[in-house]
């Protein structure tokens, strides 16, 4: 029997499902990930270090995820727990009702924020503000 | 031999057993999501309700013990605590009295039951006596004063019993006063 992910507005799930590492929950990990493909991971433990995804990348950091004192940089960025630091989304940031984010956090294109999400910190537009807008 | 029974050689562990990484991170991720949606569902029903006692719960809380309060007090000033005023239900019972009394309890043919009345029970609180005021003429000479209108002899027999009540001063603190 398969199950959905979580629901989202921005992410899309196929994203959420081509996660291919796990953090899981009662784990503690300590360190950085770094990887220059197009892969996932999520996070339902505790995670003390940077991610990176030079290209592409989905992160999501679950329910019951906690990521401490970090710098988080992926193309699709989906929070349910908690995060201290800073995120970059470059395509998309997804803040759920269950979030809590201490940190400053900018995307390119695309934010939903949830609006019983916790956020203490600066939400920075990357993209150009002059745009031509349709 | 029993230890000859015991000693059968262990099936190989197949490879089928084994699974596979796809499978293990596809039952894990399912894992995972349906934990997350329990546990943010929980939190953000938590969330919600936080919210929703603080805005509404607590106010109307506040206001209602603000009101029960004020009206307990009120109730409280104004002697309804203990009971009603005895002087009020007393008169309004003596007046219901008169008028049952006056009313006719029969129609045309027909009677009407007249339950029986309460008796009536007139208890002054305690510590609370009636008492003249020192400056005050006799009440007999004002009653005469003012009769403009003929008075019936036993009216006035009434008044004439009486009696003149010892007037106590009420401000004898002040006496004491050099």
């Known amino acids: 029997m398969s199950q959905n992910p979580t629901s989202t507005r921005l992410v899309p799930a196929e994203r959420l499902s081509a996660i291919t590492s796990l953090i899981a929950e009662g784990a503690v990990f300590e360190g950085n990930f770094h990887t220059t493909r197009d892969q996932g991971i999520k996070v339902d433990g505790l995670l003390k270090g940077n991610i990176t995804f030079e290209t592409g990348g989905t992160l999501h950091v679950g329910a019951t995820g906690v990521v401490e004192n970090t710098r988080l940089e992926a193309d699709y960025v989906f929070i349910e727990g908690k995060v201290t630091g800073t995120v970059i989304a470059r395509k998309a940031l997804e803040i759920t009702g269950s979030a809590t984010l201490l940190g400053d956090a900018s995307y390119d294109e695309l934010i939903d924020m949830h609006p019983r999400a916790r956020v203490r910190g600066k939400i920075e537009y990357r993209g150009d503000i002059d745009a031509v807008q349709n | ?178």
Do not use: C
């Open chain 2, 1 to 178: 031999m029993p230890w000859q029974s015991a000693a059968q050689p262990q099936q190989p562990r197949s490879a089928a057993t084994v699974p596979v990484g796809e499978s293990v991170r596809l039952a894990a991720l399912q894992a995972a999501w349906k934990r997350d949606r329990q546990v943010s569902r929980r939190r953000l029903w938590w969330r919600w309700t936080v919210w929703g006692a603080r805005r509404y719960v607590l106010p109307a809380a506040a206001g209602l013990a603000l009101s029960a309060g004020l009206w307990f007090a009120a109730k409280a000033s104004m002697g309804w605590i203990d009971g009603p005023t005895p002087t009020e239900p007393a008169i309004a019972t003596a007046t219901a009295l008169a008028t049952a009394s006056t009313v006719p309890t029969t129609t045309a043919n027909q009677v009407v039951p007249v339950a029986p009345l309460p008796s009536i029970t007139v208890v002054m609180p305690s510590g609370m006596a009636l008492a003249f005021e020192a400056g005050l003429p006799d009440p007999t000479v004002r009653l005469n004063r003012s009769a403009q209108t003929p008075v019936s002899s036993a009216a006035l027999s009434d008044v004439a019993k009486i009696p003149n009540p010892q007037l106590i001063s009420e401000n004898w603190l002040h006496s004491k006063e050099p």
